[in-house]
């Protein structure tokens, strides 16, 4: 097998950290200064080389360490198998480990990136081809006090934004000053959803996005705890704003199962959570079969995480509204260039596979 040219001779794992340019930043699920994953390279017998991002998710039930530890094993398992077996490759894992989604989402994107390469072409060929080229970007903004995410707002929409994300933190009254505060700064025509992150009962949910909804919200993400799905559609079914699942569509039998219950009416799509380019493209198909809207949900970490989100989001006809594209923008050290955001808007990359590179020095060993 070792002949093959296209077998896997090496899975290497390079620690990414990168401090946040606000060490303050902060969710209603953690604090973290850094932005903490790992780089994942897959190398063939021929030296051709992919790259794919393994996020830590501790809310995700995926702390740092495990991912790592997990990519190692899928690694020997993969040893000299031919590299261009994607789908093969992945039923194995599977078939080897339930869940473990963030790990398995970095050696998806890594394999399509080398495949991609090889063949020349950027990655979302390997998935229909780019529907669209050009992204608004979608800032989201961390816990704060109103007067400063208002003051954070600014600071962006002077940079070109025009759609924020409001972290808020199951305090009904200060949630919807939160919110009224941001609209008061941006005026009418900036686009604003929350993202509760399962922080509210359902009843205070329902109180909160009822009181936010005269400062015209997009949608309200996550409202209650991911496990909660009765809540999770009486919210849906009390308010007259789009409710978008997060954390409760971790995995595509979760997505199937909010779809079929017409449990929420939008779900956050994320390849890490979903284990990858393939299972996100599915869970997007499901979506779309029973009538339920998506987009492209927040992608932390190296541009090379954000370019795979780039190419999805280029790739699906149904996405309704601003994807989570850019938070690489506050994020500091990434090892991987090729993507930035101009006036408001990431271009999708056009170089072979997902359109970034490594700079120099920062990968050990190249
Ligand atoms: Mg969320």
Avoid at 176 to 195: F, K, N, Q, S
Wanted: charge should be negative; proline fraction near 5%; charged fraction near 25%.
């Amino acid at each position: 097998m070792s002949q093959n040219a296209h077998a896997i001779a090496e899975v290497r794992v390079d620690p990414c950290i990168m401090p946040k340019d606000d060490p303050e930043w902060k969710f209603a699920l953690a604090a973290n200064p850094n932005s903490e994953g790992w780089i994942v390279t897959i190398a063939t017998e021929a030296g051709d080389c992919g790259y794919g991002y393994a996020s830590s998710m501790p809310h995700y039930g995926a702390p740092l360490d495990a991912v790592r530890a997990n990519v190692e094993d899928f690694g020997k398992t993969m040893q000299g198998t031919d590299s261009r077996a994607i789908a093969a490759i992945l039923h194995k894992l599977d078939r080897q480990v339930v869940g473990n989604n963030q790990p398995k989402s970095a050696i998806d994107c890594a394999l399509h990136d080398l495949q991609a390469r090889k063949l020349g072409v950027p990655l979302c060929e390997l998935f229909g081809g780019a529907m669209r080229t050009e992204f608004e970007s979608l800032r989201i903004l961390p816990i704060k006090k109103p007067a400063d995410m208002a003051a954070n707002a600014r600071k962006l929409m002077n940079k070109g934004v025009r759609h924020f994300k409001i972290k808020v933190h199951g305090e009904v009254d200060l949630d919807i000053a939160r919110v009224a505060a941001i609209r008061e700064e941006c005026g009418p025509d900036v686009g604003l959803t929350i993202d509760a992150n399962q922080s509210y009962t359902p009843k205070d949910a329902i109180r909160a996005i009822t009181g936010m909804v005269p400062f015209n919200i997009a949608l309200a993400e996550q409202p209650v705890a991911a496990g909660d799905l009765r809540g999770l559609k009486l919210v849906t079914d009390s308010v007259p704003v789009v409710v978008e699942a997060d954390e409760a569509a971790d995995s595509l039998d979760q997505v199937f199962a909010l779809v079929q219950g017409r449990v929420v009416d939008a779900v956050s799509l994320k390849i890490t959570k979903l284990g990858g380019l393939r299972n996100t493209v599915a869970a997007a198909r499901i979506c779309e079969a029973g009538g339920i809207r998506y987009r492209i949900g927040a992608h932390v970490g190296s541009r090379l995480l954000a370019a795979n989100a780039v190419h999805m989001a280029a790739t699906l006809p149904g996405i309704w509204y601003t994807c989570e594209l850019t938070e690489f923008d506050r994020l500091l050290d990434d090892p991987f260039e090729g993507l930035e955001v101009e006036n408001g808007k990431v271009r999708l990359p056009t170089a072979p596979g997902a359109g970034v590179t490594p700079r120099a020095g920062k990968l050990a060993g190249r």
